[in-house]
């Protein structure tokens, strides 16, 4: 019997469409969570739509959920039931390894165990994300979410909250910084909330001129059109950090240009294809490159308590999963405002 529905990828090519299966019994350390929310990534179509290897097909992709626990395994003092959880970008990693002990499983030096697409540490069971109607999951690897805010709008921290929180917490953006965020979309409209809640001065670098009004109201300071040539050189070696979300192919240099003296390009973007960068527009004002992967629990978890302390909640269109191809086509096309959410009450 198939316990679980969901909307999945049956290759790379025709659209998602249902799909069921199931989730596993609960063990001692699992939590069974009810899903209520479920956010859309660019990476999940990055994967499903073969821009990067290592799809299973049948794919249910979804990575930033949030719901109901329902259910807890006997060894569970973390929840109980009815408590309100989030579940990110990965469910599992070795936790032995140096990175796993000192909370950076996103580091896990077997690799982290991600939430879809990705075989289970038993080497044999496939993971399966959110855009489904539960999840069992280790309650090590799962969030506490305070239930005094949006959850539709919360879901979205679980992967580009983090995967931005992180980066410039580490990059030490704080009052009198300037900081440019590049693409103003799932990843750069929280990027903007983030740095400018740090105090920075902030900068979005866009493509379409269209978003000026919004990254005005997202609580950025200043907006600089990337294809205009005059804007890009008034702004040569302006900004002390640089976060690039660019999910597109595109070369470093003309943002590493932007850099001032010790400039850091902080790089979560994943395009399909590796940018090109010129050395000398890295040993000019002794810029960095920097990447950063998601977060770990720990700084998850803190990132999340900031959010509720702050108010601080992604901008979302919450869509019907039956509506999820048209949604992949829009933010494919940029028209993206600024984070699709699947409402998952439309699959039960
Ligand atoms: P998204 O919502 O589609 O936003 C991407 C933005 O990139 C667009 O809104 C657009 O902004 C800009 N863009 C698109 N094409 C461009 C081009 N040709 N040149 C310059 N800018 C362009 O995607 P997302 O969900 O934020 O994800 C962004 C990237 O981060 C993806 O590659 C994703 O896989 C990756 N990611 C990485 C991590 C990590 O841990 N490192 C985690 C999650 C996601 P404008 O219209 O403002 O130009
Ligand atoms: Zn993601």
């Not at 994967?47 to 290897?53: A, H, N, S």
């Not at 949006?150 to 909250?161: I, M, Q, W």
């Not at 308590?305 to 999963?321: G, H, P, Q, R």
């Given at each position: 019997m198939n316990n679980t529905k969901a909307y999945a990828a049956y290759n790379a090519n025709d659209d998602l469409a249902p799909f069921e299966f199931n989730r596993r019994d609960l063990k001692a350390n699992d939590v069974l969570i009810d899903i209520l929310y479920c956010g859309i990534c660019h990476s999940d179509i990055h994967l499903v739509k073969g821009d990067w290897p290592g799809a299973r097909y049948p794919l249910v992709p979804g990575h930033e959920i949030v719901g109901k626990v329902k259910a807890v395994g006997?060894?569970?003092?973390k929840f109980k039931i009815g408590d309100t959880a989030g579940v990110g970008v990965f469910v599992d990693s070795c936790k032995t390894c140096k990175n796993c002990k000192n909370d950076f499983e996103n580091y896990c030096e077997e690799g982290m165990t991600g939430t879809y697409s990705e075989l289970e540490r038993d080497g044999v069971t496939i993971t399966q994300g959110g855009y489904s109607t539960q999840i069992v999951v280790d309650a090590n690897y799962v969030l506490k979410v305070s239930a005094q805010l949006d959850l539709k709008a919360v879901a979205p921290l679980l992967c580009a909250g983090i995967t931005t929180y992180s980066p410039l917490r580490y990059a030490g953006v704080s009052a009198g910084m300037k900081v440019g965020v590049v693409g103003l979309g799932g990843l750069g409209h929280m990027g903007v909330k983030f740095a400018s809640s740090f105090g920075a001065e902030v900068t979005v670098l866009s493509?379409?001129?269209?978003?000026e009004a919004d990254a005005k109201k997202l609580g950025a300071h200043h907006f600089l059109l990337t294809t205009d040539a005059e804007q890009m050189k008034k702004s040569r070696?302006?900004?002390?950090v640089i976060l690039n979300t660019v999910s597109a192919n595109h070369d470093y240099d003309m943002y590493l240009n932007?850099?001032?003296?010790?400039g850091k390009l902080l790089v979560v973007g994943l395009p399909a294809a590796p940018p090109k960068t010129s050395p000398f527009a890295l040993v000019n004002n002794r810029r960095s490159i920097i990447g950063s992967k998601i977060g770990g629990i720990k700084e998850t978890q803190e990132m999340l308590d900031y959010c509720a302390e702050k108010n601080i909640v992604a901008d979302v269109e919450l869509i019907a999963i039956q509506d999820i191809n048209k949604a992949y086509n829009r933010i494919v096309n940029g028209d993206v405002h600024y984070r699709f959410v699947i409402d998952l009450a439309s699959l039960k």
């Amino acid at each position: 019997m198939n316990n679980t529905k969901a909307y999945a990828a049956y290759n790379a090519n025709d659209d998602l469409a249902p799909f069921e299966f199931n989730r596993r019994d609960l063990k001692a350390n699992d939590v069974l969570i009810d899903i209520l929310y479920c956010g859309i990534c660019h990476s999940d179509i990055h994967l499903v739509k073969g821009d990067w290897p290592g799809a299973r097909y049948p794919l249910v992709p979804g990575h930033e959920i949030v719901g109901k626990v329902k259910a807890v395994g006997a060894d569970v003092t973390k929840f109980k039931i009815g408590d309100t959880a989030g579940v990110g970008v990965f469910v599992d990693s070795c936790k032995t390894c140096k990175n796993c002990k000192n909370d950076f499983e996103n580091y896990c030096e077997e690799g982290m165990t991600g939430t879809y697409s990705e075989l289970e540490r038993d080497g044999v069971t496939i993971t399966q994300g959110g855009y489904s109607t539960q999840i069992v999951v280790d309650a090590n690897y799962v969030l506490k979410v305070s239930a005094q805010l949006d959850l539709k709008a919360v879901a979205p921290l679980l992967c580009a909250g983090i995967t931005t929180y992180s980066p410039l917490r580490y990059a030490g953006v704080s009052a009198g910084m300037k900081v440019g965020v590049v693409g103003l979309g799932g990843l750069g409209h929280m990027g903007v909330k983030f740095a400018s809640s740090f105090g920075a001065e902030v900068t979005v670098l866009s493509t379409s001129p269209e978003k000026e009004a919004d990254a005005k109201k997202l609580g950025a300071h200043h907006f600089l059109l990337t294809t205009d040539a005059e804007q890009m050189k008034k702004s040569r070696n302006y900004f002390d950090v640089i976060l690039n979300t660019v999910s597109a192919n595109h070369d470093y240099d003309m943002y590493l240009n932007l850099l001032d003296l010790n400039g850091k390009l902080l790089v979560v973007g994943l395009p399909a294809a590796p940018p090109k960068t010129s050395p000398f527009a890295l040993v000019n004002n002794r810029r960095s490159i920097i990447g950063s992967k998601i977060g770990g629990i720990k700084e998850t978890q803190e990132m999340l308590d900031y959010c509720a302390e702050k108010n601080i909640v992604a901008d979302v269109e919450l869509i019907a999963i039956q509506d999820i191809n048209k949604a992949y086509n829009r933010i494919v096309n940029g028209d993206v405002h600024y984070r699709f959410v699947i409402d998952l009450a439309s699959l039960k």
